[in-house]
């Protein structure tokens, strides 16, 4: 993990000091959910470095509390970690994006159990549409799929897309979440 973390902002530093910075901005994104399993609430900052041509890269921090009660055996986590992300915005109205995190996630959530490797990548792509809502305030809806879909990626229990058989069971979900992210411009 401390490599990871040290290369992402050895390679930041890098795009940083060669690149024009146009403007910045800070991402706030929260997230929440719950159940009688269960349940999770936190969210993620981000520094959004704009750069020349729309693309706005930067480093993320998550931090999320989370709770279990599967089978009567109750448990609470807290599920943290850093990464990376790069979008591209188009017209001002679009955006596609990658956004890499590195999370200690000690629940396996296939088994519902605690697990010997607490640290689960996620590696997601996707996009959607960027909003303009006021002077200093812009926002990101996106759909993304993890293309690593670890097994204590703590975003498990929020994959809602589900692939049915002929007899309406489920025989795969689809790690495919949605984001939204509010933008605050910080400078120009």
């Not at 000690?106 to 997601?124: E, R």
Request: glycine share 10%; net charge positive.
């Amino acid at each position: 993990m401390k490599h990871f973390l040290l290369g992402s902002f050895l390679c930041l530093f890098y795009i940083f000091s060669n690149a024009q910075l146009q403007s910045s901005e800070l991402g706030i994104e929260a997230y929440g959910g719950g159940s009688q399993l269960g349940g999770t609430f936190g969210g993620e900052l981000k520094y959004a470095a704009k750069l020349k041509n729309n693309l706005i890269v930067g480093p993320s921090f998550r931090i999320q509390r989370s709770w279990s009660n599967y089978l009567n055996v109750q448990s609470q986590f807290t599920i943290y970690g850093g990464g990376v992300f790069a979008h591209m915005r188009y017209q001002d109205k679009l955006f596609a994006g990658v956004e890499f995190q590195m999370l200690h996630s000690p629940f396996n959530y296939i088994t519902f159990q605690t697990i010997q490797n607490k640290w689960a990548p996620t590696l997601f792509v996707g996009g959607g549409f960027y909003l303009k809502l006021a002077p200093k305030v812009n926002l990101n809806l996106g759909l993304f799929y993890d293309l690593i879909n670890a097994d204590n990626s703590p975003f498990r229990s929020s994959y809602n897309f589900k692939i049915k058989n002929e007899f309406g069971q489920v025989v795969r979900i689809l790690p495919i979440i949605y984001r939204i992210t509010l933008y605050i411009p910080l400078s120009k």
